[in-house]
């Protein structure tokens, strides 16, 4: 995904189509602060996208950027006809 052409929409669809259908919150990784307890932003629009568009090339380094994504942890559902063979 180019960081250039990347909206929040585009971002959100990518992240449920690799699985995440329900999600707490959307993060980025600021690459200028190692640390990921200082360096995690949350991102809730394009306003946060622009700001991790502005961080990455302030930084001058590659033109990446790093999604965390705070997930939903369901709780496992036991299908009793899957244990039994046919």
């Not at 995440?20 to 991102?43: A, S």
């Not at 700001?51 to 299908?79: L, S, T």
């Amino acid at each position: 995904m180019d960081i250039d052409l990347v909206c929040f929409f585009d971002l959100e669809e990518l992240v449920k189509e690799v699985g995440f259908e329900k999600y707490n919150k959307l993060l980025w990784h600021d690459i200028g602060d190692p640390n990921l307890d200082t360096g995690l932003q949350e991102m809730v629009g394009d306003s946060d996208i622009n700001a991790m568009r502005g961080a990455a090339v302030m930084h001058m380094g590659p033109k990446e950027f790093h999604i965390y994504v705070e997930h939903i942890v369901e709780i496992p559902e036991v299908v009793e006809d899957a244990l039994e063979a046919p």
